[in-house]
């Protein structure tokens, strides 16, 4: 995290980022079907529909966005922020879905010898492609990591799907102008096999999220010394946390000497709270249970 960021401006520069994304498409989905239906590329135009579902995507993850930005209600205590991973499943599910499309696709030309010659101007809007999406992946990733957003971490997975897809699109295409026909589907392929190897980590980082899986280590262990420093802190027995859109929610099970009051425990539990939220923008929420410290009959229940 570079910076301590408030939450709408949280929400705000990530629904940037995705108008960006939205705007990038929209130029795209023009260019690649002009540029294919005027240079008889077959690969140009199918690459010109992904950029039309890209599109739907995109729509599809602002409005995710709109409403994981909804505060916590009664209907729903611990926030919206699921959105946002549910979103990035979907996403993960429609890069897998394209990469499958891509294989099937290529292997039916190969098959039915369905090759035609390409002009050159195909390559060159491919090329284009390739350029813009590989920028639009690179920068949507450096915000996604800046904002913990698994949103905008399944949008730069989708933009770099597009733009691996578009270097077999430019090879292929390119061959094809030079004579060599059965280089784009077999470019094709290969990109294939890249698409569904990133489509399929896309779904598995978004699942862990909504099965609430295990956090990083490392990211618990900074959170355990903050709260372990606290003052009346005598030890902390247990930490777990996980995911809700951009933000974490941390259980924490303190040891607190058993002969203070229950005042005095509070008032310790709140500062652990403080230094928790001070030193980690990306936590949403702490939840602290109290023990008493040197008690040798407690015994945590629980019944997962």
Request: charged share 20%; hydrophobic share 50%.
């Amino acid at each position: 995290m570079e910076k301590h960021v408030e939450r709408k401006d949280r929400f705000d520069l990530a629904d940037r980022v995705i108008y960006l994304g939205v705007a990038l498409n929209v130029i795209l989905l023009f260019a690649k079907f002009g540029a294919g239906i005027w240079g008889r590329s077959a690969a140009l135009r199918a690459d010109g529909i992904e950029s039309g579902c890209d599109l739907l995507i995109s729509v599809a993850l602002l409005w995710a966005m709109r409403m994981s930005r909804k505060p916590y209600d009664p209907e729903h205590p611990y926030g919206h922020g699921k959105i946002e991973s549910l979103a990035a499943l979907l996403v993960g599910i429609g890069i897998l879905a394209t990469g499958l499309w891509l294989a099937v696709d290529s292997a039916h030309v190969i098959i039915f010898h369905k090759v035609e010659t390409v002009h050159w101007m195909a390559p060159v809007v491919a090329l284009l492609t390739v350029l813009s999406k590989e920028v639009a992946a690179r920068y949507t990733r450096s915000r996604a990591k800046r904002l913990g957003s698994p949103t905008l971490d399944a949008l730069a997975a989708d933009h770099r799907k597009d733009a691996l897809s578009s270097v077999a699109t430019a090879i292929g295409a390119g061959a094809a102008a030079c004579g060599w026909f059965y280089f784009d589907p077999a470019m094709a392929a290969v990109t294939a096999l890249f698409i569904i190897r990133m489509g399929a980590q896309t779904f598995k980082r978004a699942f862990d999220d909504l099965v609430d899986a295990a956090l990083p280590g490392a990211s618990l262990e900074a959170i355990k010394q903050d709260a372990a420093a606290v003052a009346g802190v005598e030890h902390v027995h247990e930490i777990r946390g996980r995911r809700s859109g951009q933000f974490l929610i941390i259980d924490l099970k303190l040891e607190i000497d058993p002969l203070v009051t229950v005042l005095a425990s509070h008032a310790i539990a709140d500062r652990v709270k403080q230094q928790v939220f001070g030193n980690h923008p990306e936590v949403g929420d702490v939840m602290i249970h109290v023990n008493p410290h040197d008690d040798g009959a407690h015994r945590d229940l629980i019944r997962l």
